[in-house]
């Protein structure tokens, strides 16, 4: 059973450019989170998405958005790239209904230059 | 505004001893914590969790003990091994959120 899924694993872009990252959850669930965790630091709240529409979001800017498709699989979009958004960008999968479930992908590192 | 703390960035402890790590938070919200444990190039992996209704919670190795009046809480590992060695994230939930807000982790080095 396969877990969560993230792509690319790598990534490199440069100030200004725009970026996609992917993510499928694991069998079963039906939401999914986005959390950034820039070095040193703990992973912090994106947003996170249920059917299909944005349920919460953390305190990032409008520049960060996402998606979510009816299989729930969910993107990662960031525009206008700026240095401080390198970081290890974590997807994590849960099932809405159950209890705090919640599992990670090995997440994306993207470095900004 | 950090809401979850952990105040010890690392900690070395011998294989066989207790290892402990400290988390405090300060959102009185929080009504549920969890732990988890990275290593490199992977993603957090859940460890053990404890409601606050609760005040201890145990599984295998790992406890896990919440002091609500302190806003503490506190992972113990016993006996330590090797394997162990990793990066230990404290995370809480709480109100309608169903975010996790995460401390800034503690490194645990498990030497022979």
């Known amino acids: 059973d396969a877990g969560v899924t993230q792509s690319p694993t790598h990534l490199i872009k440069t100030r200004g450019q725009q970026v996609t990252l992917r993510c499928s959850p694991k069998?079963?669930?039906?939401?999914v989170s986005w959390y950034q965790q820039a070095l040193g630091q703990g992973p912090q709240f994106i947003f996170q998405?249920?059917?299909?529409?944005?349920?919460q979001r953390g305190n990032f800017p409008d520049r960060f958005s996402g998606h979510q498709f009816p299989n729930y699989s969910s993107e990662l979009n960031v525009n206008a790239l700026l240095l401080g958004d390198s970081a290890l960008y974590l997807c994590?999968?849960?099932?809405?209904?159950?209890?705090?479930?919640?599992?990670f992908g090995s997440g994306t590192r993207l470095t900004v230059v | 505004d950090q809401q979850v703390k952990q105040n010890s960035p690392s900690l070395s402890v011998q294989e066989g001893r207790i290892s402990i790590l400290n988390c405090d938070y300060t959102?009185?919200?929080?009504?549920?914590f969890l732990w988890y444990k990275k290593y490199p190039a992977e993603g957090p992996t859940f460890l053990i969790s404890i409601s606050s209704i609760k005040d201890k919670n145990e599984d295998g190795r790992f406890t896990v003990f919440l002091n609500k009046s302190a806003k503490h809480l506190s992972l113990h590992i016993v006996p330590s091994q090797p394997g162990d060695s990793a990066v230990y994230f404290c995370?809480?939930?709480?109100?309608?959120?169903?975010?996790?807000?995460f401390g800034t982790g503690t490194r645990l080095q498990v030497t022979l």
């Open positions: 995370a809480a939930l709480g109100g309608t959120a169903s975010k996790l807000t």
């Open positions: 994590a999968s849960s099932a809405l209904a159950g209890s705090y479930g919640y599992t």
């Open positions: 959102n009185s919200m929080f009504d549920y």
């Open positions: 998405y249920y059917e299909e529409e944005e349920r």
């Open positions: 069998s079963g669930h039906d939401t």
